[in-house]
C-alpha cells in the first residue's frame, strides 16, 4: 500500500487547511457582498458535454470515466479489436476540467427557475490529467464569479473589480489585470492579410510570445504554413511598444470590440484608481469557447497568471439553441495559496487558538473545562485536552507553538505558549 497520495494531488496538514479555509472564506464575503450567489454542481459531467465543449487545450486533459457492468462488457464484446478501441467507446463520463462548462449546463437545465441576469459563484474542485508542477495539479480548486444574461461592458468590469477585491484582501498586493478581446485581436489578423481559417492557429501562438518570442512565434508559424508579406505586417504591427488601444483602433477602423475595451478601462480606472489594468493585445487564453472580452490577473509574486477569464456568449446556446451571452472569472486557487503559504504569513484575520487542560481522571474537572472553553470561544478557538505529566508539560507546549496555538488556560486567564 503507498503511503503518498495519487500524483498531482495533495494531503494538508491542518495548519495548511486553516489557510485555505480563511482564505475561501474572505473570497466568499467578497462575492457575496457582489450580490453574486453560490451553486453546486457535480464532479462528473457527460462525456459528450466535454467533448463538445471548445475547451481547447484541456480536452486533451480530461480524466474519463469508464462505463460500468454490463454496458462496458458490451463495449468491450462489441470490437473486432481490443487494442483499436477508441476511449469514448468505452467512457460515458469524464472528471469536470474547469467550471465553465458545468454551469452553462446547469443554466440551461434550471433557466425556468433562475433569474436573468444572474451571478453566480462557484467555489470548488476541478480535475485536470496534466503533468503536475509549481501552481499546477491535477486536482485542484477553482474559485469562479460569472454573470450570465447580459452583454454590457458594466459586466466585465463588476468581475474585475470584485475579484480584485478579492485578492488584495486576501494578501496579494502586486498583481495587474491585462484585457484584451479575441475579436479584435482576429479583426487585426484579418487586416495583415492572414485568411480567416488560420486566425485561431496565429492566436494559439500570439499567446506564446511573451515565453518564445518573434523568432519563437514566427518559426512555429512557418510550421503550420502561415508565413511571408502577412506575418511581417502582423509582426510590425504587434511589435509596436507599447501597443494601445489607439493603435488598435488604426489598424480596425471602427471596431465595437476597441471601443468596449475602452469603456471598461475607464470604469474601472474612475471606480478604483489603485488598479493597475493594461491592454494587451497577444493576451488570448487558452479556452476555445471565450467569444470576446478575456482577461488575466498576472502576480509579480509568483512570475505568472492568479486570475483569469473571458466572455463565452456561444457556450450555453449549445445546450439551449439560443445565444445567452455570459462572462466569467476565476481565480486560481492554488497558486495564491502556494504564495502566501510559501511567505508564512499568518492567516489573514484567523481566531487564536487556545488549549484548556483537565484532569483526565476527574469527570468533574472535564465539566469545569468545557464550561470554561465555552466562555473562551467567543474569542478562541478552544481545544480541550488532559492535562500531561508535570515532566512533559513544557513539550507538550512547545508541540502545541509548533501546531499553530497561541496560548492555554490556567489560573483564570489565557498565559500565551
Not at 50 to 59: K, P, R, T, W
Not at 73 to 80: G, N, V, Y
Not at 265 to 282: G, I, K, N
Request: glycine fraction near 10%; aromatic fraction near 8%; charged fraction near 25%.
Amino acid at each position: 500500500m503507498k503511503l503518498t497520495p495519487v500524483k498531482g494531488t495533495n494531503d494538508y496538514l491542518p495548519d495548511e487547511v486553516a489557510l485555505r479555509d480563511r482564505l475561501q472564506d474572505i473570497i466568499l464575503r467578497d462575492y457575496r457582498a457582489a450580490g453574486f450567489r453560490r451553486i453546486s454542481t457535480p464532479i462528473l459531467e457527460d462525456i459528450e458535454n466535454l467533448d463538445h465543449s471548445d475547451g481547447g487545450e484541456n480536452l486533451a486533459l480530461i480524466f474519463k470515466v469508464l462505463k460500468r457492468g454490463e454496458k462496458l462488457t458490451s463495449a468491450l464484446s462489441e470490437a473486432s479489436d481490443v487494442s483499436a478501441v477508441k476511449e469514448n467507446d468505452l467512457a460515458d463520463m469524464g472528471l469536470r476540467y474547469d467550471l465553465t462548462l458545468p454551469l452553462s449546463r446547469y443554466y440551461a437545465n434550471n433557466r425556468a427557475k433562475l433569474p436573468l441576469p444572474m451571478k453566480v459563484i462557484q467555489l470548488d474542485r476541478v480535475y485536470r490529467a496534466e503533468r503536475p508542477q509549481k501552481g499546477r495539479l491535477r486536482e485542484f480548486v477553482q474559485c469562479d464569479i460569472d454573470i450570465i444574461g447580459t452583454s454590457s461592458y458594466t459586466a466585465e468590469v463588476e468581475l474585475i473589480l470584485t475579484t480584485a477585491k478579492a485578492l488584495s484582501d486576501i494578501g496579494l498586493d502586486d498583481f495587474t489585470v491585462r484585457i484584451n478581446d479575441r475579436s479584435l485581436l482576429k479583426a487585426m489578423i484579418a487586416s495583415c492579410g492572414i485568411a480567416e481559417e488560420q486566425s485561431d492557429s496565429v492566436c494559439i501562438e500570439l499567446d506564446k510570445l511573451d515565453k518564445i518570442g518573434w523568432d519563437g512565434v514566427s518559426s512555429e508559424l512557418y510550421e503550420k504554413g502561415i508565413y511571408g508579406e502577412a506575418t511581417e505586417k502582423l509582426k510590425a504591427l504587434m511589435s509596436r511598444t507599447p501597443f494601445t488601444i489607439d493603435d488598435a483602433e488604426s489598424a480596425v477602423p471602427g471596431s465595437p470590440a476597441a471601443q468596449n475595451l475602452r469603456m471598461i478601462m475607464s470604469a474601472v480606472a474612475e471606480l478604483d484608481p489603485s488598479l493597475r489594468v493594461v491592454y494587451d493585445p497577444t493576451l488570448v487564453r487558452g479556452q476555445g469557447y471565450y467569444t470576446g472580452t478575456v482577461f488575466e490577473v498576472s502576480s509579480g509574486s509568483f512570475g505568472s497568471s492568479v486570475a483569469g477569464g473571458g466572455r463565452y456568449d456561444g457556450l450555453i446556446g449549445k445546450f439551449t439553441g439560443e445565444n445567452i451571452p455570459a462572462v466569467g472569472f476565476s481565480i486560481g486557487f492554488e497558486r495564491i495559496f502556494s504564495i502566501l503559504s510559501a511567505k508564512g504569513d499568518a492567516v489573514p484575520g484567523a481566531r487564536k487558538g487556545v488549549v484548556v487542560f483537565y484532569d483526565g481522571g476527574d469527570p468533574d474537572a472535564f465539566i469545569s473545562a468545557e464550561r470554561t472553553a465555552v466562555t473562551l470561544r467567543d474569542e478562541y478557538d478552544v481545544t480541550l485536552m488532559t492535562e500531561p505529566p508535570q515532566k512533559k508539560f513544557g513539550k507538550t507546549l512547545g508541540s502545541l507553538r509548533q501546531s499553530g496555538y497561541f496560548g492555554y488556560f490556567r489560573d483564570g486567564g489565557i498565559k500565551p505558549l
